[in-house]
Nanobody, 126 residues
Framework: QVQLVESGGGLVQAGGSLRLSCVASGRTFSNYAMGWFRQAPGKERESVAAIKWSGVYKYYADSVKGRFTISTDNAKNTVYLQMNSLKPEDTAVYYC???????????????????WGQGTQVTVSS
């Protein structure tokens, strides 16, 4: 049974930083793609960043390029999202997700991901 457990959300001032963690269990994820998505109130869920577990390819949404970094730690079975220079518009619930197909051109597609965590709230104050 796949489990994804996010942590690291919180309240931060604009310009600050947070690091989200997602501990994955229940499978061998070496061939999976892992994604971070977010959903603000009244908006659709959107892709933020994604990575093939090995790190061979990555994806970033234009809105976070240069500010967010996605990475994996094999020893800890954990995916990270380092978020710097946070803006109020980054406020959302952030979700970790796993995609067994891991097609590079599909990394940003919400429906490609089969497994989801429960989400962690990120609030950026102005």
């Amino acid at each position: 049974q796949v489990q994804l457990v996010e942590s690291g959300g919180g309240l931060v001032q604009a310009g600050g930083s947070l690091r989200l963690s997602c501990v994955a269990s229940g499978r061998t994820f070496s061939n999976y793609a892992m994604g971070w998505f977010r959903q603000a109130p009244g908006k659709e869920r959107e892709s933020v960043a994604a990575i093939k577990w090995s790190g061979v390819y990555k994806y970033y949404a234009d809105s976070v390029k240069g500010r967010f970094t996605i990475s994996t730690d094999n020893a800890k079975n954990t995916v990270y999202l380092q978020m710097n220079s946070l803006k109020p518009e980054d406020t959302a619930v952030y979700y970790c997700a796993a995609d067994p197909a891991a097609i590079q051109s599909h990394l940003s597609r919400v429906y490609e991901y089969d497994y989801w965590g429960q989400g962690t709230q990120v609030t950026v104050s102005s």
